[in-house]
């Protein structure tokens, strides 16, 4: 018997918190392409560049029509669906940024979204 074939006494804890986690995020077993709603599973990069906040997000099986994109210069959603999966995600942005400045592109399954910072509040003189 090797050392690593033991009883566990905490597997059984361990694997409980791991299906409730997997239920309350929808990857668990059955929350992919049976409808039953928005799965957690998109995976977003988040670039912050000296004037500009690029995104990448893999989205597999996505047709680029399906994609749905809006900003309000703090949060980016990304709505898209395919015929497995449904994606929506509402990505906090790490800096403001200027909403009418955004570009997309989608290849491959991967999106990119690039938009520029708007630069730090302006300070007001009291007279």
């Known amino acids: 018997m090797r050392g690593d074939d033991r009883d566990d006494p905490f ?3 361990f694997d409980e918190i791991e299906r409730m986690m997997n239920e309350m995020t929808g990857a668990g077993a059955g929350a ?3 409808g039953s709603g928005f799965t957690s599973e998109t995976h977003v990069d988040i670039y912050e560049e000296d004037d ?3 995104l990448v997000a893999d989205l597999p099986g996505v ?3 399906a994609i749905k994109l809006k900003c309000d ?3 980016l959603t990304i709505s898209a669906a ?3 999966r449904e994606y929506d995600e509402r990505i906090r942005l790490p800096a403001r940024v200027d909403e009418h400045s955004a570009s997309a592109s989608f290849n491959n399954g991967i999106l990119e979204v ?3 910072k708007i630069g730090d509040s302006a300070a007001i003189d009291v007279e």
């Open 11 to 13: 597997g059984d804890i």
């Open 32 to 34: 992919v392409g049976d």
């Open 52 to 54: 500009q906040v690029r």
């Open 63 to 65: 047709e680029k029509d």
């Open 73 to 75: 210069g703090k949060t």
């Open 82 to 84: 395919s015929p497995h």
């Open 114 to 116: 690039t938009v520029d």
